[in-house]
């Protein structure tokens, strides 16, 4: 009987994609893949230390596995580990830790554990030498989009962020190889890559001869196969000419930015240490938009750094209002051991960040809303991902069909360019196929159409892998 690991990631899309390369890994090894609900031999948590929160929640999946079976091996690994060795380490639950290097030995290091070895595998910090370190990709689950992370590592030290000390160095894969693994997925018949990494913005810059986004991008697009590329985060001061006019001239990459903001008031944009001002943030959204009008831009926000006062917050709310995101992320300002912001008076108290993120949590709720809105009556192209369980939950009455599609109706949920959230009730398997459709109706958090009938959307292309 082989092996059962089981795994949970925290955190950002860039540890999905590294999970995603040690569940390759341990397959390799012969091990047997299962839910982390269920027993295993082993627990792999890949963990984030973003905030105390993310930390938090770190602690409660490892105490989790413990329980689940008492014998397993509870290895734990990511950016958590990587910034508090000894903190993990004296966790009674955990058997094993390993930091954000060196992944791909953990099937070897759990193998010889389990023969009753003792390891001790060190965590070491990160020096200016550190190398990217190449994961390779593999196709996983039945899955319509692929994660490809190229760039790791930050050198930019905001004031409140741990991420440089977790993450190291900026650093990236070698286009040649991106293009490998590109064409491996476009060959797998995945329809979308979502690009990953930590300052994904400044891929290439660490290379001989150095390359660039826009390069890579360009190279990309020409991919067979690959319908869809998707950027996962973007700084601010990333967008330059060239990255803008790429973006601009090729629709297969996603209509969805998202460029962090952390702050609407420049006083604390400056003592987060942010290179730009709302000024410069908002001509980029006005030029960015003036060329893509469907394009969505969604963002991070953090509430309650330390110094912000009222009148900081609302300018900051107010500036979040006027940039019509089509989503936030906010996060609770957490002093993080090591930044500079920690050390910063005064602290603003829970209280107030807690009532400051309600505001914030309900003013995005209130512009994604409206953005979703801004698109009824449209035709757009959906990627369909999962099949949503009528009845369970689903408002399927009103479903309009579309009609001459033979076979029986199912309800399918997908994601447009810009990442819209669209309901369709559509003839059997649409897993992985992209078809237009008709947005009638918006409810929180998605809208619902009617698929459109059209010979030439209905099997776009032989790649499907529905
Ligand atoms: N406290 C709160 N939020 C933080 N982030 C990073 N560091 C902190 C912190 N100390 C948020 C930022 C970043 C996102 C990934 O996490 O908004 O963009
Ligand atoms: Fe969390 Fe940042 Fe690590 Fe991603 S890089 S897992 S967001 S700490």
Redesign the pocket.
Known sequence: MSLKVAFHTL??KVNYYETEALTGAFRREGFEIVDFQESADVYVINTCT???LADRKSRQAIRRARRRNPAAIVAVTGCYPQVNPGEIASLPEVDLILGTAERLSLPEIVKRKMEGEAIAAPVNPYGQGAVFEDMPWMPEQERTRAFLKIQDGCNQF?S????PIARGPVRSLLPGKGMEYLREIGRSGYKEVILTGIHLGLYGLDLHPPSNLASFLVDAVAIPGIERIRLS?IEPADFNDELISVINENEKICRHLHI?L?SGDDTILKKMGRFYDTAFYSGLLERLRRLMPDLAVST???VG?PGEGQEHFSQSYNFVRESSFSRL?V??????HG?K??EMIPQVAPEVKEQRSRMMIALGEELSAVFQQKFLGRELAVLFEKELQAGAGQDCSGLQRAGGFPGEYLLWEGLTSNYLRVRASAPGSWRGKMAEVCLEKSFPGYLQGTLISRTNVYEPTGHNNG
Do not use: L
Request: overall charge positive; charged content about 10%; glycine content about 4%.
């Open positions: 955190g950002c973003v905030t105390h905001c409140y962020c741990i991420v985060s962090p952390q991070d926000i953090i750094f992320h996060f609770k300002y957490s002093p993080r930044t912001a920690a």
